[in-house]
């Protein structure tokens, strides 16, 4: 399995990026109209023997020069190939949920928060990100090497309130489902699909997101399975109950965005790439347009006439 850590400096100048190793394509930027990786995230999908989670949002004790929280991403990336799939799923699921209960501490002890910061002082993490990507190769391998160590030290969290005997009511709505991440039994229920994906035994996506209030709102997420959490810091109700999303049709299994025949992600302006004519995203902008053309040739008119 591959981690990637990612922060950014205290100087003004030095912005977020990865401190160790870096993921081979940004995946999360699909997502980006749905969630912003500086507040508390998460986005995980499987697809094809393959999985990638972004754990996003953590904060650090330290600051930037202006005084604004620094906050960490973690990316994880692995297979689901036998014999590996164990200890990718009790991982990834431990600090998933290690997140989840963070989250829900009232009292703001951020366990990924310490650790993180045990790994990252100020000066290392000034010193990393002002450096060329190709330097200081072997300090990123040994950050990269005691972050797995320390990370491998977390066993799966107790989510207060949602364990199995408490949520002998809990009923999924739908294959595609969203709601509140305080909502009781919805987060055991996600953390369920996670495993899912990891192990390979689904295809599909599970996310909390922090732009998003309602069904409607990510309805455009293709994933036949899906799941979704509000985090509900900053939009949305964090204790909303279980809805059903709308499943728009032509969508896929997969929990990787559609792809053309190049291999690059569908934009919204392209054509659905499952069979779909394409459909414009602004129609308005095309009769303003015709609008603007109609003035302007009845304005040729009256000029022709007024010098005639």
């Excluded at 993490?125 to 090497?145: F, I, K, N, P, Y």
């Excluded at 320390?150 to 294959?175: H, I, M, N, V, Y």
């Amino acid at each position: 399995m591959d981690m990637h850590l990612r922060t950014r400096g205290t100087p003004r100048d030095l912005e977020y990026g990865f401190l160790g190793s870096e993921p081979s394509n940004r995946w999360w930027t699909t997502y980006r109209d749905v969630v912003s990786t500086e507040r508390p995230c998460i986005l995980a999908t499987g697809d094809k023997g393959h999985w990638s989670v972004l754990l996003g949002g953590i904060p650090s004790r330290r600051t930037d020069s202006g005084g604004r929280t620094i906050v960490y991403s973690l990316v994880l990336e692995g297979s689901t190939d036998p014999g590996g799939a164990t200890g990718q799923q009790r991982l990834a699921l431990a600090i998933t949920s290690t997140l989840l209960t963070d989250l829900s501490e009232s009292a703001g002890r951020w366990t990924l928060s310490a650790v993180l910061d045990g790994l990252c002082p100020a000066p290392d993490v000034d010193r990393l990100l002002t450096a060329e990507r190709a330097a200081l190769a072997e300090e990123r391998t040994e950050l990269t090497g005691r972050l797995a160590t320390a990370l491998a030290a977390l066993t799966p969290s107790s989510l207060a309130g949602d364990s199995r005997e408490s949520e002998a009511t809990w009923q999924a709505p739908a294959d595609r489902w969203i709601a509140g991440r305080s909502a009781q039994g919805a987060r055991a229920a996600f953390l369920e699909r996670l495993s899912s994906l990891v192990t390979g035994k689904e295809e599909g996506e599970a996310h909390m997101l922090n732009l998003v209030s309602s069904p409607e709102d990510v309805a455009h997420l293709r994933a036949a399975r899906l799941v979704v959490l509000v985090e509900g810091g900053f939009v949305g109700d964090a204790g909303m109950l279980p809805q059903a999303v709308p499943e728009l049709p032509g969508a896929t299994k997969s929990g990787r965005p559609l792809e053309t025949a190049a291999g690059s992600p569908v934009s919204e302006e392209s054509g659905g790439g499952d069979g779909l004519p394409k459909v414009p995203k602004r129609p308005m902008a095309i009769v303003a347009v015709l609008v603007a053309l109609a003035l302007l040739a009845l304005g040729i008119r009256w000029l022709g006439r007024s010098l005639f």
